[in-house]
């Protein structure tokens, strides 16, 4: 049932953007910013900086190189100051032997990487699922349609789907979508679904109106997915460089866009090949705009630029 619309509960405990700076202030590549003292002036010397990269690399797969020295320190700064470290070795010395190193991973990839999204983001990727994917579907005899949102950050990318499954299938057709990400704060976002107004401009109208509850009061400015698409979509950590993924097989939809940008060939040719252990035969790859699978050997067919079928 629907809720009644243009509200949202007063009691919604509202998460805070993603990152500092808020999920709308950064670019999508790992630019270069501040000097090597960073902003908080702790200094990072050549071989802490070696260290931290291969520790990101480790944990995440992301791969940096010592010119984004300034970068590293001027993002990391935050975590020494709220951990109250006075320099880059103890905080080294904590992530490499402190009891809580693991979630301390997890936050300081989360300061180094973006997680830049939005609603409808490469919207000519809705409109090929809309206009071609979703039909074959509608006529094939598969009973419940799944769907994997991988490094899906805030969430706008799986409730984007959401919508256009629900749009599509109304009630003829049972969908689930399953999102992940590496990074807690993003996930936390995502959960929640509530989102500044601003963030919702590219949501066609109709769908703004069908699928969010306006807020009111300390809400007012924001707004909230409904209850029938936020069912839909389950949330879960999975890190993509471990191969143990807690994801259900027998998928017809990947996303996976904007993230493998990020990592080495070795890293991507094992994403993409355990993305084909996930998937149906027939079954669809969508990757972001800026990336490929031409320098890799897999098993997909290229359909469109960047979106991909597995093939038998
Ligand atoms: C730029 S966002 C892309 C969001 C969305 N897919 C889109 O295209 O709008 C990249 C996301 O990848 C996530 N990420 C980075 N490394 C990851 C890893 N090793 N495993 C899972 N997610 C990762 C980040 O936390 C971030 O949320």
């Not at 699922?129 to 349609?145: C, D, F, K, N």
């Not at 996303?255 to 940008?261: A, E, G, L, Q, S």
């Not at 149906?280 to 630029?305: M, N, R, Y």
């Amino acid at each position: 049932m629907f809720m009644k619309p243009n509200l949202i509960a007063e009691n919604i405990p509202m998460a805070t953007p993603a990152s500092p700076g808020g999920m709308m202030s950064r670019n999508d590549g790992i630019g270069s910013i501040g000097g090597s003292r960073g902003l908080g002036g702790f200094a990072l010397t050549d071989g802490e900086t070696r260290k931290l990269i291969d520790l990101i690399y480790q944990h995440s797969g992301i791969v940096l190189t010592p010119d984004k020295k300034s970068l590293i320190s001027s993002r990391l700064h935050k975590r020494l100051k709220a951990l109250e470290f006075c320099s880059f070795r103890d905080y080294l010395d904590y992530l490499q032997n402190g009891r809580d190193s693991d979630a301390e991973l997890v936050a300081m990839v989360d300061e180094i990487t973006t997680n830049k999204t939005s609603f409808f983001r490469e919207h000519h990727h809705f409109d090929y699922l809309r206009s071609t994917i979703l039909p074959q579907i509608a006529t094939s005899e598969w009973a419940v349609l799944n769907i994997w949102s991988a490094g899906c950050s805030t969430g706008e990318e799986p409730y984007t789907l959401a919508m256009v499954l629900a749009e599509y299938f109304g009630t003829t057709r049972n969908f689930t979508i399953h999102a992940t990400d590496l990074s807690t704060q993003a996930l936390q976002t995502a959960r929640q679904a509530v989102y500044d107004n601003e963030l919702g401009a590219p949501i066609p109208l109709g769908l703004r109106q069908k699928y969010t509850l306006t807020g009111r009061g300390s809400q007012a400015g924001r707004f909230r997915i409904v209850p029938e698409l936020r069912e839909r979509v389950s949330f879960s950590q999975v890190n993509l460089i471990e191969r143990n993924w807690d994801v259900a097989g027998d998928l017809n939809i990947i996303f996976c866009r904007n993230v493998m940008i990020y990592f080495d060939k070795p890293t991507r040719r094992g994403i993409v090949n355990g993305f084909t252990r996930k998937l149906k035969v027939g079954g669809h790859l969508f990757i972001g705009h800026s990336e490929t699978l031409g320098d890799i050997d897999h098993q997909f067919a290229q359909v469109k630029p960047t979106v991909y079928t597995r093939q038998p």
